[in-house]
């Protein structure tokens, strides 16, 4: 491995040690909601520094060009760089769909209802419409414009959206990825809108889709969950993971031009 991976791969380590301790620090909280609040912040401030600044992170809503909108989410990760955020500088934003790469549900004990509440909230999200993109959309503002007989030969749209849930404490590696296999067998149709990965720091593990013969990506058919034991090098795979799947997204802008045409005709027509 390069030395700069080592590096790299160090440091993840050691924030994973601070973080663990700042997770004891978060016990002091006596109120539930105090404590969960500390606790997504603990999570932004540990990606911050080792996610590119187009990567924004924050806590809101999303909503899509028909109205339909999220559950409130812990961690939304967006652009950063091209993104209109409704209400920026408040404690909670409203994210346009278009410019939303995923979701990170944080949860203290990622127990069965817990669980429940991330799978629903990883649903709400799934289901807000925007329009796919694919290797041709080079920035969210900047598409290539080829001959309508081009095609990429691409089976799916490069922007799913990623949807993880991370508990600090959660049951057996097993346990969990017995939990989301029955969701799946209890509804099939709807297996793309469970969450992608699940993520325990202690006792240290990952649950993640399956196919036949490798790790499933993010929108991508798969057959069954399965755990992985990652003991502490849970959380610096935790973000690898995230990383990977964030820069294989391309996200397209919100369509200004139709709302502006919109706005001018309902100007021209006195609504």
Not at 154 to 163: D, F, G, I, K, S
Request: aromatic residues 10%.
């Amino acid at each position: 491995m390069h030395n700069d991976c080592m590096h790299l791969l160090q440091a993840l380590r050691n924030e994973g040690t601070k973080l663990r301790a700042e997770l004891a620090n978060s016990n002091l909280f006596a109120q539930m909601g105090d404590r969960g609040s500390h606790r997504e912040t603990i999570i932004k401030d540990f990606l911050r520094p080792f996610l590119p600044d187009c990567y924004g992170l924050s806590s809101g809503e999303v909503f899509s060009v028909d109205g339909t909108q999220s559950a409130q989410v812990d961690v939304v990760a967006y652009d950063a760089v091209f993104s209109t955020v409704l209400f920026k500088n408040g404690p909670q934003q409203l994210f346009p769909a278009e410019s939303v790469f995923g979701a990170i549900e944080v949860k203290s004990d990622l127990n069965n209802a817990e669980l429940e509440r991330a799978c629903a909230n990883s649903r709400s999200l799934k289901v807000l419409q925007r329009p796919p993109t694919d290797m041709l959309d080079f920035t969210p503002l900047v598409r290539f414009n080829v001959s309508s007989e081009f095609t990429t030969g691409e089976a799916l749209p490069r922007n799913p959206y990623v949807t993880v849930a991370f508990g600090f404490r959660g049951p057996s590696p097993e346990t969990t990825a017995s939990n989301l296999n029955q969701r799946l067998a209890a509804e099939p149709g709807s297996k793309l809108l469970l969450p992608d990965f699940v993520f325990v720091a202690d006792p240290g593990y990952m649950v993640a889709r399956v196919t036949e013969t490798q790790f499933a990506s993010p929108g991508q058919e798969y057959k069954q969950y399965i755990s992985l034991n990652a003991g502490p090098d849970t959380l610096p795979l935790f973000f690898l993971t995230l990383n990977v799947c964030l820069g294989q997204i391309r996200l397209r802008s919100v369509n200004y031009a139709s709302i502006w045409s919109t706005l001018v005709s309902q100007i021209q027509s006195g609504k």
